[in-house]
Structure formats: structure tokens, C-alpha cells
């Protein structure tokens, strides 16, 4: 592996969370295109750029600066996941495989911070 973040089973996670979202979007009605969908693709992406940022050569209080700002945008997947449930964008069972994932992702996310 040629960058630290490639070790690191808090990006690996996710990254394998953030590509669980982009199929998800793509079911969203053509008026959410440019909003939900687009938020919570942003938001999922972000969450794992924060994480290589951090870990790329920063010190370690700049890296769990990066953590903190990585949980941000997995919480706002959450949120995003509520409104695509209660918009009937997707089912019951899906939201809550997903809420799950991003509830692991954050704890990892937050026990590696604390780690450091």
C-alpha cells in the first residue's frame, strides 16, 4: 500500500459505505436529483476524504481534527437516510441496514480518535 490511509479499517469501512449510497440515490425521484441525492452522495464522499486528509502525513492532533470533522458528514448520511424513509424513497428494511453501517462507521471513526 503506498498511502498510510489505505491501512486504516476505518477508511476501507468508509469507503464501503459511501459506495452503498450512490445506487440508493439513483432510485430517488428526478426532483431530488439536485438536492437529497446530490446531499447524501456529497456527504458520504466527505466522510472518507476527511479521513485520507487527516491521515496523510499530519500530525496527530491535526488527524483527529480531520476524525472530528469526518463524523459530521456521517451523521448528516443519517439524517439524510431519515428524510429519504419518511419521503418513501426507500424501505424500512434498507434505512436501517443503513442507519446501522453509519453507526458503526462512526464509532470506529470516534474510537480511533480516541486512540490517538
Known sequence: MAFRFEALNVWQKAVDTSNEIDPIT??????ERYSLSSQ??????????????????????VFKQFLNIALRPAIEVVAGLF????GNYIPEDLFKKLYE??????????????AL
Open 101 to 114: 453501517e453509519y453507526e458503526l462507521l462512526s464509532k470506529m471513526i470516534t474510537r480511533l480518535r480516541n
Open 26 to 31: 439513483k432510485r430517488f425521484p428526478v426532483e
Open 83 to 86: 428524510l429519504a424513509k419518511k
Open 40 to 61: 447524501l452522495k456529497k456527504a458520504a464522499d466527505a466522510v472518507v476524504l476527511n479521513i485520507v486528509e487527516g491521515a496523510t502525513g499530519q500530525t496527530v492532533p
